[in-house]
């Protein structure tokens, strides 16, 4: 066994699955945004819980590409280079997912809010989705040719895969969010939430135990098989316990769900990173895809120590706003008296429609 | 064009856009967090409207370094993944721990800033905003590290054909980064200053435009009052101590930038030669700077280039600290880089259609000439702009000339065109390598990439091209969206940073006109006004 290479394949599910734990509620509560918020002061109530996390959770992706670059550079490349224009989507979504949270109060124009509440619904979706098509693909393989190079079109790696891994990571990242407002918002959003949890956690469940069950069929052993039973009880004790009114116990509940059903995929994956469909031997493995166990050893190091600190600062941070947040708290909007009134923004409304167009 | 091509330019237009973003928010963030701690040391009240009126402007500036930011570390596996794997064992690590110890700090922490005014205690919210700062600058070493190891590969050994690193510490102290980190620094904060000096140069205009301010006899300023929320007299001492601010602020960015700068050419000069042949467009052996060269420079041709104005000496001073070393033209140095590195590209399937053509060692010399220029010109013109600037407000009035506080706006943008030009000379100037050959390298100076060979061989043309056009499409949009906002913000003034000063105003009223039972008043969460 390769000893250094098989602690970063851990080390890079463990980021993974951090940010599917973390980013997953902040995306879903973008989707929310649309789905479940009735009106703008529920939708300030969304942002608000999120507000001062969603950055900190977005960096758990760069830093899982971080590391796969460094620890796994095959991986990295032949990943990267395959799934060329769906994870051109996934930049695409960040950006404006990213742009909309600061700049969706900066205008206070009916048409530039709802501009940007689309942006960051539809970012968070595309993110959610893409994320999931590309980490279902590098568990169940791309039409790789003998350098890792993709055969075929733009489109070679489109499956039912691909399809799969999406849904199972927006349903997830939905119900998440679910579970997260109930236990983050107060009065009739926190209650809504849960009761809408309830209904839909049983069949948001289900892609990624499907996911879960694939990769055990393709390369399981008994030990991620049991994961995947881990990942079931798990979801059924999410809903039972939501259904009796609990609020933090569900959200753990999905906690360990998403721990064991990634556990469960990356596990049955091992040894391999990226299998190719076209030939098992251009495979890519923990052993033939990784960095030097010296560039390992450095960042086994660093990581052992800078891995827990981010976990402290980052457990301080939901510590330091663990107040819930209702509509009552979210103050009106107000536009606000410029200092300087010019013919390019003639007043607060002049200023806000003529941005509202450049925001289209 | 080809795949290599359009890759290029994405990676040219996507990188130099984000920087645009970076220095600011490097630079900003900085003089934020001074300005925060002398509020906490002083209590003075100017000192929170400014923390809080800049801050607004560098959190709308943030957000897209964020967003665009991303997109760089995705795109060395996707465009480039022959690159990835050539240099993933040492290239990627500084990546990592980039992620790892710097952006996990500076979201978090300036998560905690923006919203923790209320929940925080004073002092601990000012230190997360320093540390967020900290961490900024942390990132911007690692990068760097990362940059400077293309430029100057150290560290390591080839194994199996790929630079595997032996020399952790030889990677992270590479001497081209410990300057390039500097430099870069020092050219961040010159942004930031003439970002301070040109806005508050208008505020300051506008008040005095407006007939708030007025000036006695003895040319000194009378601040005045106007009834209108923050265009108060507190609001006349933001704009001139964020003026000074600035002003110093860009004075020091041009000390320290012409210093690191100064040791940087020095490096350069050993550590890719025809780089700073090529920004000189000297052809020949010399000692001379050129102040003008006319000529096809573009035509890569170097007999047709010929120097109109020349400084003798100073090339040699630029390159080793004296008046009379000769310092090697291209002519000289063509035939050793070919008889080094081979004069056509080898004939391998990596290379695609371009497998056995000639190696133009050369960079666009047209780039790299005015490139150098630009740099220096731009920071120049900024700080000697500063130094006057402070003459010209010592009795703390600007001028009433229009025209002048447009130069001072406009003069913004001069930093920004210093960093983007320093930025495109060093990196094109490096072709046609991505991954530059280090010459001091005792027997390990075949650590090189061509360009030509890190594309990814897998992705098409017309997937690229699409990324370019998406990526250029929607950058052009959104800087249009950040410039607007920004404007709107910079005249809305300080108030539009803090409602709390227009409400103050309109709570007043309502005490007389009593309308009875308002949702929560605006003034009483400023915290979420701040940020959403």
């Given at each position: 066994?390769?000893?250094?290479?098989?602690i970063?394949?851990?080390?890079?599910a463990?980021l993974?699955?951090?940010?599917?734990f973390l980013?997953?509620?902040?995306?879903?509560?973008?989707?929310?945004?649309?789905?479940?918020?009735?009106?703008?002061?529920?939708?300030?109530?969304?942002?608000?819980?999120?507000?001062p996390?969603?950055d900190?959770n977005?960096?758990?992706?760069?830093?899982a590409?971080?590391?796969?670059?460094?620890?796994?550079?095959?991986?990295?490349?032949?990943?990267?280079?395959?799934?060329?224009?769906p994870?051109?989507?996934?930049?695409?979504?960040?950006?404006?997912?990213?742009?909309?949270?600061e700049y969706r109060?900066?205008?206070?124009?009916?048409?530039?809010r709802?501009?940007w509440?689309?942006?960051?619904?539809?970012?968070?979706?595309?993110a959610?989705?893409?994320?999931?098509?590309?980490?279902?693909?590098?568990t169940?393989?791309?039409?790789?040719?003998?350098?890792?190079?993709r055969?075929?079109?733009?489109?070679?790696?489109?499956?039912g895969?691909?399809?799969l891994?999406?849904?199972?990571?927006v349903?997830?990242?939905?119900?998440?969010?679910?579970?997260?407002?109930?236990?983050?918002?107060?009065?009739?959003?926190?209650?809504?939430?849960?009761?809408?949890?309830v209904?839909?956690?049983?069949?948001a469940?289900?892609?990624?135990?499907?996911?879960?069950?694939?990769?055990?069929?393709?390369?399981?052993?008994?030990?991620?098989w049991?994961?995947?039973?881990?990942?079931?009880?798990?979801?059924?004790?999410a809903?039972w316990?939501a259904?009796?009114?609990?609020?933090?116990?569900?959200f753990?509940a999905?906690?360990?769900?998403?721990?064991?059903s990634?556990?469960?995929?990356?596990?049955?994956?091992?040894?391999?990173?990226l299998?190719?469909?076209l030939?098992?031997?251009?495979?890519l493995?923990?052993?033939?895809a990784?960095s030097?166990?010296y560039?390992?050893?450095?960042?086994?190091?660093?990581?052992?120590?800078?891995l827990?600190?981010?976990?402290?600062?980052?457990?301080?941070?939901?510590?330091?706003?663990?107040?819930?947040?209702?509509?009552?708290?979210?103050?009106a909007?107000?536009?606000f008296?410029?200092?300087?009134?010019?013919?390019?923004?003639?007043g607060?409304?002049?200023?806000?429609?003529?941005a509202?167009?450049a925001?289209? | 064009m080809d795949?290599?091509?359009?890759?290029?330019w994405?990676?040219?237009?996507?990188?130099?856009?984000?920087?645009?973003m970076?220095?600011?928010?490097?630079g900003l963030?900085?003089?934020?967090?001074?300005?925060?701690?002398l509020?906490y040391r002083?209590g003075?009240?100017?000192?929170l409207?400014?923390?809080?009126f800049?801050?607004?402007?560098?959190?709308i500036?943030?957000i897209?370094?964020?967003a665009t930011?991303?997109?760089q570390e995705?795109?060395f596996?996707?465009?480039w993944?022959?690159y990835?794997?050539?240099?993933g064992?040492v290239?990627g690590a500084?990546?990592a721990?980039?992620a790892l110890?710097?952006?996990?700090?500076?979201?978090?922490?300036?998560g905690?800033?923006?919203?923790?005014?209320?929940?925080l205690?004073?002092?601990v919210?000012?230190?997360c905003?320093?540390?967020?700062?900290?961490?900024?600058?942390?990132?911007?070493?690692?990068i760097?590290?990362?940059?400077?190891?293309?430029?100057?590969?150290?560290?390591?050994?080839?194994?199996?054909?790929?630079?595997?690193m032996t020399d952790?510490?030889a990677?992270?102290t590479?001497?081209?980064?410990?300057?390039?980190v500097?430099?870069?620094?020092?050219?961040?904060?010159?942004?930031?200053?003439?970002?301070?000096?040109?806005?508050?140069?208008?505020?300051l205009?506008?008040?005095?435009h407006?007939?708030?301010?007025?000036v006695g006899?003895?040319g000194?300023?009378?601040p005045?009052?106007a009834?209108?929320?923050g265009?108060?007299?507190?609001?006349?001492?933001?704009w001139?101590?964020?003026?000074?601010?600035?002003a110093?602020v860009a004075?020091?960015?041009?000390?320290?930038?012409?210093?690191?700068g100064?040791l940087?050419g020095?490096l350069m000069?050993q550590q890719?030669?025809?780089?700073?042949?090529?920004a000189?467009?000297?052809?020949?052996d010399?000692?001379?700077?050129?102040v003008?060269?006319?000529?096809?420079?573009?035509?890569?041709n170097?007999?047709?280039?010929?120097?109109?104005?020349?400084?003798?000496?100073?090339?040699s001073?630029?390159?080793?600290?004296?008046?009379?070393t000769?310092?090697?033209?291209?002519?000289?140095?063509?035939?050793?880089?070919?008889e080094?590195?081979?004069?056509?590209?080898?004939?391998?399937p990596?290379?695609?259609?371009?497998?056995?053509?000639?190696?133009q060692?050369?960079?666009?010399?047209?780039?790299?000439y005015?490139?150098?220029?630009?740099?220096?010109g731009?920071g120049?013109?900024?700080?000697?702009?500063?130094?006057l600037?402070?003459?010209?407000?010592?009795k703390?009035?600007?001028p009433?000339a229009?025209?002048?506080?447009?130069?001072?706006v406009?003069?913004?943008?001069?930093p920004?065109?210093?960093?983007?030009?320093?930025w495109?000379f060093?990196e094109m100037?490096?072709?046609?390598?991505?991954?530059?050959?280090n010459?001091?390298?005792?027997?390990?100076?075949?650590?090189?990439?061509?360009?030509a060979?890190?594309?990814?061989?897998?992705?098409?043309?017309?997937?690229?091209?699409?990324?370019?056009?998406?990526?250029s499409?929607?950058?052009?949009?959104?800087?249009?969206?950040?410039?607007?906002l920004?404007v709107k913000?910079?005249?809305g003034g300080?108030?539009?940073?803090?409602?709390?000063l227009?409400?103050?105003?309109?709570?007043?009223?309502?005490?007389t006109?009593d309308?009875?039972?308002?949702?929560?008043?605006?003034?009483?969460?400023?915290?979420l006004?701040?940020a959403?």
């Amino acid at each position: 066994m390769e000893l250094l290479p098989t602690i970063w394949f851990i080390a890079i599910a463990v980021l993974w699955t951090g940010y599917l734990f973390l980013e997953g509620f902040d995306l879903g509560v973008g989707m929310l945004m649309k789905l479940f918020a009735r009106n703008d002061a529920e939708r300030r109530v969304l942002l608000n819980t999120i507000g001062p996390v969603w950055d900190g959770n977005e960096v758990w992706l760069l830093t899982a590409g971080g590391a796969t670059f460094a620890a796994f550079p095959l991986w990295y490349a032949s990943l990267f280079s395959a799934l060329y224009l769906p994870l051109l989507l996934v930049l695409v979504a960040l950006i404006f997912r990213a742009v909309a949270f600061e700049y969706r109060g900066k205008v206070d124009s009916e048409r530039w809010r709802t501009g940007w509440d689309w942006a960051i619904a539809l970012g968070s979706f595309f993110a959610a989705f893409g994320v999931g098509a590309a980490l279902a693909l590098t568990t169940t393989g791309l039409p790789l040719d003998a350098n890792g190079d993709r055969d075929g079109g733009p489109f070679a790696w489109f499956n039912g895969y691909a399809v799969l891994g999406g849904l199972a990571v927006v349903a997830f990242a939905l119900v998440h969010a679910l579970a997260f407002l109930a236990l983050k918002s107060d009065g009739e959003v926190r209650h809504r939430a849960r009761r809408t949890f309830v209904r839909w956690v049983p069949l948001a469940a289900l892609p990624m135990l499907a996911w879960s069950v694939a990769v055990q069929f393709l390369s399981g052993k008994p030990w991620t098989w049991a994961l995947t039973a881990v990942a079931l009880c798990a979801a059924a004790a999410a809903w039972w316990l939501a259904s009796k009114g609990r609020e933090g116990r569900p959200f753990m509940a999905l906690a360990l769900f998403i721990a064991a059903s990634a556990a469960s995929i990356f596990g049955a994956a091992y040894p391999v990173v990226l299998p190719s469909t076209l030939n098992p031997a251009f495979d890519l493995t923990v052993a033939n895809a990784s960095s030097s166990d010296y560039t390992l050893g450095l960042m086994s190091i660093v990581a052992a120590f800078g891995l827990p600190l981010v976990i402290a600062y980052q457990a301080w941070t939901y510590w330091v706003f663990r107040r819930r947040v209702s509509v009552n708290h979210i103050p009106a909007a107000h536009g606000f008296l410029p200092a300087i009134a010019s013919k390019v923004l003639a007043g607060a409304d002049g200023g806000a429609a003529g941005a509202g167009k450049a925001g289209r | 064009m080809d795949a290599l091509e359009i890759a290029r330019w994405q990676f040219g237009i996507t990188t130099v856009y984000h920087f645009m973003m970076v220095p600011l928010t490097i630079g900003l963030g900085l003089v934020v967090a001074i300005i925060q701690t002398l509020w906490y040391r002083t209590g003075k009240p100017e000192y929170l409207r400014m923390t809080k009126f800049w801050g607004k402007l560098f959190l709308i500036n943030f957000i897209m370094g964020v967003a665009t930011g991303i997109v760089q570390e995705f795109q060395f596996g996707m465009a480039w993944s022959e690159y990835s794997r050539f240099v993933g064992d040492v290239f990627g690590a500084p990546l990592a721990l980039e992620a790892l110890l710097a952006f996990f700090v500076e979201s978090t922490f300036l998560g905690l800033w923006i919203f923790g005014w209320k929940q925080l205690k004073r002092g601990v919210h000012l230190a997360c905003l320093w540390i967020a700062v900290v961490g900024s600058l942390f990132s911007a070493y690692f990068i760097i590290v990362a940059n400077s190891w293309m430029q100057h590969p150290v560290g390591v050994e080839m194994i199996n054909g790929r630079p595997v690193m032996t020399d952790a510490w030889a990677v992270f102290t590479n001497n081209t980064a410990l300057v390039a980190v500097p430099h870069t620094l020092f050219g961040a904060l010159g942004v930031a200053g003439a970002f301070l000096l040109g806005i508050a140069w208008y505020h300051l205009w506008r008040r005095r435009h407006d007939g708030i301010d007025t000036v006695g006899k003895d040319g000194r300023l009378i601040p005045g009052s106007a009834a209108i929320p923050g265009r108060d007299k507190a609001d006349y001492n933001v704009w001139i101590r964020s003026l000074r601010i600035g002003a110093v602020v860009a004075m020091i960015s041009f000390a320290g930038t012409a210093f690191t700068g100064d040791l940087q050419g020095k490096l350069m000069f050993q550590q890719q030669p025809m780089k700073m042949a090529a920004a000189e467009a000297a052809c020949h052996d010399g000692t001379g700077f050129s102040v003008l060269s006319v000529g096809n420079i573009g035509g890569r041709n170097c007999d047709d280039v010929v120097a109109v104005i020349e400084v003798p000496g100073i090339l040699s001073f630029l390159a080793k600290g004296d008046f009379t070393t000769e310092v090697k033209g291209v002519n000289s140095l063509l035939p050793e880089y070919q008889e080094k590195y081979g004069t056509h590209l080898p004939d391998n399937p990596l290379y695609g259609d371009r497998a056995g053509k000639e190696i133009q060692y050369v960079p666009v010399m047209e780039v790299t000439y005015w490139g150098f220029r630009m740099m220096i010109g731009f920071g120049g013109i900024a700080a000697f702009a500063a130094l006057l600037a402070l003459w010209v407000t010592r009795k703390g009035a600007v001028p009433q000339a229009r025209w002048l506080m447009r130069l001072a706006v406009f003069g913004i943008l001069a930093p920004f065109g210093a960093n983007a030009a320093g930025w495109i000379f060093t990196e094109m100037g490096r072709q046609p390598f991505v991954v530059a050959p280090n010459p001091d390298m005792n027997g390990i100076d075949q650590v090189f990439m061509f360009t030509a060979a890190a594309v990814s061989p897998g992705v098409s043309a017309g997937e690229i091209i699409t990324s370019l056009v998406v990526l250029s499409g929607i950058y052009a949009v959104l800087l249009v969206v950040e410039v607007r906002l920004l404007v709107k913000y910079v005249r809305g003034g300080v108030a539009s940073a803090m409602p709390e000063l227009a409400h103050a105003a309109t709570d007043k009223d309502r005490d007389t006109t009593d309308d009875g039972g308002t949702p929560p008043s605006a003034g009483a969460d400023d915290v979420l006004a701040f940020a959403y």
